[in-house]
C-alpha cells in the first residue's frame, strides 16, 4: 500500500530535524546520522531508533519552549487588549460576511497556479508575460517557457479560465469550521474538530500537520497528543489556513475568535502553528471594526505570546515596511532573515500576508497580488490576505474583475458541500455570527 506523501520516514526525518533547529535544539550527530541512512536506502528499518533518539533529545533550557495552554499563551500576551468598536447593522454584516468568502475564494485562485513557487520564478513568468506587476489573475502562457510550467489547475484557476472557486484544502477548510458550527454549534471541543475530520475529509486530501494529525487518529491517540505525536509540521501553516471561519463569527471580538482557533488548531499543531492561526482569526475579527491595515496585524499580535517566533516575524516585518520604500526591499529583509524555513511554514508566510496588507494600503487587488509575488505558499498566503480584505471592505466594495469569474460557486470535498453558492454559504456564517454575544466562549 502507497505511503502518504507527507508521511514517507525520510521526509519526516528531514523535516522533525529542520523542526528541531528552529526550536533550538542541540541535535549533536544526528542529522548526519538521518542521512546517511536515508542514502543508504536504510532509513525504514532505523526510523523507530531514530524517532527515540530525537524523543532523548536534552529539553530545552527553561523558558524556552512555546506555550500549549490557553491559559499560558494569554498571560504571554503583550499588555493591552485591543478592543475594536464594532456596530454593524445585519445587512452590513452579511456584505462584510460575504466579502470576506469572496476575498478568500480570489485570493486562493490567484496563488493556486503557482503555489510554491519562489519569488524570482513568478517574477520572470510574469515579466515573460508582460504582466508584471500582478494585476490580475495569472495570464497563460502558450506555450509555457521551460521551467515556467503553471501548475495543471491553471486550466481552472488562470486569467479567463475561472468559472468559481475550484476545489482547494484551504477552502475545504473553511466549509469545514462552517460545519463544525452548524453540528456543534459555539462550544465545539478539539474532538469535535476531530470527529468532523475523520467523518468528513478524505486522507489523501490532507497533508502536512493535518495528514499527522489525521494518522495519529486513526492510530487512537486522542487531541492535543495528535499534534504532538510524530509530527514534524506542526509549525508549517496548515492551522493558519483553517482559522478564517473562527474569525467570520466573532465581528469584532479578536480575542474570542483567537480562542475558537486555538480549539481547532490544537488538534494539529502546536507553538508557531497555533499561534499563526490565532493571529490570523484576531486580524479577521478586528477587520469587522477598522480600516487600518495596521490596526489589523496588532489586533493579531496582541493575542499570541508576545516572546514568540512568530510575534518576532510580525514585529520585523512592520518595521521594514515602515523603513522600506517599496515592497519588494521589504521582501528582501523578510527573505534575509526568515526565507529559510520551508515554503509552508507559518512564519515565513505570515511575513508575506502582513507586507501585503501594510503596501496594499485597504486594495484587495494590491494586497492579495502582493502576497502572492512575494511567493512561497501563495495560495494560502493569498486566501488568507483576501478574506482580511473582503471583511474590511465588503462585497459590495470588491472590484468585479476579481469576483465576478467566481459566479458565486464553490466546489468541496467536505459532503453536502461539493457545489455551493457562495452567497449561501455566507448568508448561513452570518446567521452564526449574529450569535458572537450569546456563547461563554
Known amino acids: 500500500m502507497a505511503i502518504h506523501r507527507d508521511l514517507q520516514p525520510a521526509t519526516l526525518m528531514r523535516a522533525e530535524i529542520a523542526q528541531r533547529r528552529d526550536e533550538g535544539y542541540d541535535l549533536g550527530n544526528l542529522p548526519d546520522r538521518i542521512e546517511a541512512a536515508i542514502a543508504a536506502g536504510n532509513i525504514d528499518s532505523q526510523a523507530e531508533t531514530f524517532w527515540a533518539a530525537i524523543d532523548g533529545l536534552p529539553p530545552l533550557p527553561a523558558g524556552r519552549e512555546e506555550r500549549l495552554d490557553l491559559e499560558a ?26 466579502g470576506a468568502w469572496l476575498g478568500r475564494c480570489a485570493g486562493c ?42 501548475w495543471k489547475n491553471y486550466t481552472a484557476t488562470a486569467l479567463g479560465r475561472v468559472r468559481g472557486m475550484t476545489r482547494d484544502d484551504d477552502i475545504d477548510y473553511t466549509v469545514m469550521g462552517l460545519h463544525i458550527l452548524e453540528t456543534c454549534g459555539r462550544d465545539f471541543s478539539t474532538r469535535d474538530v476531530a470527529e468532523a475530520w475523520i467523518n468528513n475529509l478524505f486522507f489523501g486530501k490532507v497533508y502536512t500537520a493535518e495528514a499527522v494529525a489525521f494518522r495519529n487518529l486513526t492510530h487512537g491517540i486522542d487531541p492535543p497528543h495528535t499534534a504532538l505525536h510524530r509530527n514534524p509540521y506542526r509549525e508549517w501553516i496548515g492551522a493558519q489556513i483553517r482559522a478564517d471561519m473562527w474569525g467570520y463569527v466573532n465581528p469584532g471580538q479578536p480575542e474570542k475568535a483567537a480562542a475558537f482557533a486555538y480549539r481547532d488548531a490544537s488538534l494539529s499543531h502546536t507553538g508557531n502553528g497555533i499561534y499563526g492561526a490565532m493571529w490570523a482569526a484576531a486580524c479577521i475579527a478586528a477587520a469587522f471594526a477598522t480600516d487600518d491595515p495596521d490596526q489589523i496585524v496588532g489586533a493579531g499580535l496582541a493575542e499570541i505570546p508576545e516572546d514568540c517566533r512568530l510575534a518576532r516575524a510580525v514585529r520585523d516585518t512592520q518595521a521594514w515596511a515602515r523603513e522600506c520604500p517599496t515592497w519588494e526591499d521589504a521582501w528582501e529583509r523578510v527573505n534575509a532573515r526568515y526565507g529559510a524555513y520551508h515554503s509552508a511554514h507559518v512564519i515565513n508566510n505570515t511575513c508575506l500576508i502582513v507586507l501585503g496588507l501594510l503596501y496594499g494600503a485597504g486594495d484587495l487587488e494590491k494586497s492579495i497580488c502582493l502576497a502572492v509575488m512575494g511567493g512561497w505558499d501563495t495560495d494560502c498566503t493569498g486566501a488568507t490576505t483576501g478574506s482580511i480584505l473582503g471583511t474590511m471592505l465588503g462585497a459590495n466594495a470588491l472590484p468585479d474583475k476579481w469576483i465576478a469569474p467566481l459566479n458565486d460557486r464553490l466546489e468541496s470535498i467536505v459532503p453536502t458541500f461539493q457545489e455551493s453558492s457562495i452567497s449561501d454559504l455566507a448568508r448561513r456564517t452570518a446567521a452564526l455570527a449574529k450569535t458572537r454575544g450569546n456563547a461563554h466562549r
Open 73 to 98: 499563551i494569554r498571560t504571554a500576551r503583550p499588555d493591552g487588549r485591543y478592543k475594536p468598536r464594532f456596530n454593524l447593522s445585519e445587512t452590513a454584516l452579511y456584505d462584510r460576511v460575504y
Open 109 to 150: 485562485t490567484l496563488g493556486k497556479p503557482v503555489e510554491g513557487w519562489l519569488r524570482g520564478k513568478i517574477e520572470t513568468y510574469l515579466r515573460t508575460a508582460d504582466a508584471y506587476p500582478l494585476a490580475s489573475y495569472f495570464p497563460v502562457l502558450d506555450p509555457f517557457p521551460e521551467g515556467l510550467a503553471l
